[in-house]
């Protein structure tokens, strides 16, 4: 049971129009939002998180995590190469491995307690975004259909909110900062919620040092704080075997 349950759990982190806004509810007082835009969502959240020339120099990304279950340890490396489209994500416990993802050449794989499975054309549409470091500035390449929902409350703060419908027509919400315009949440049906939190400067890009997931499956949010990430570095191949 707890090795299924550590096997649910990593594989639950490892799965993420132009419209007039609401009024957003801030800080106790009516907040009048007019005129919003994906596209103006979208270029404050690259402008805070660094500027549109840094992100698009991002080549690819890796990202370690730790978090911890049942009073074991999980370790999560995850590997973003944007400029070959390819995907990593490997759980460990105890230096061993627990689950495993790859995404290369239009095709996928995931290994989780000695099973092996291929990721069929709907699970590929709704994780190709994953190869992305930001997406968002990919929603055509991706096939996405994207609206502006309006605004609500993340956690007391006011959060523009984007709907995405992937090709597979899989959905899912993204929140935006109204002030900061930084993401703090991602949300569906299907891997519950990422909470974004505690941003930090990395060679001049803004990243979370901290996320938050919770879903319908696991008994209680699970806190994963993010301990090192590393841009435009040579990636050995070997990385993304199956």
Known sequence: MKKAMIALVASLMMSGVD???NEAVKKGSLVSIQDVTVKEVVDKYISAAGGIEKI??????????????????LVIKAVTDQENHRLLNLTKMNGNQVAKTVIRDNQGKVVSMGQEQDLTE???NSMKSQTFVFPELFYEEL????????T??????AAHKL??????????SEFYSVESGLKL?????AAGTVSYKDYQEVDGIMVPSKMVIANSMMPTAMEANITSVVFNQELDSTLFEW
């Open 19 to 21: 419209v007039q806004a």
């Open 56 to 73: 698009k120099a991002i080549k690819n990304m890796e990202m370690n995590m730790e978090t911890e279950i049942q009073g074991m340890t």
């Open 122 to 124: 709907d699970q590929l």
């Open 143 to 150: 096939g996405y259909e994207v609206t502006y929902g309006g």
């Open 152 to 157: 609500e409350d993340v956690e007391g703060e």
């Open 163 to 172: 709907l995405l419908k992937d090709a597979s027509g899989v959905e899912t």
């Open 185 to 189: 949440k991602t949300a569906s049906e």
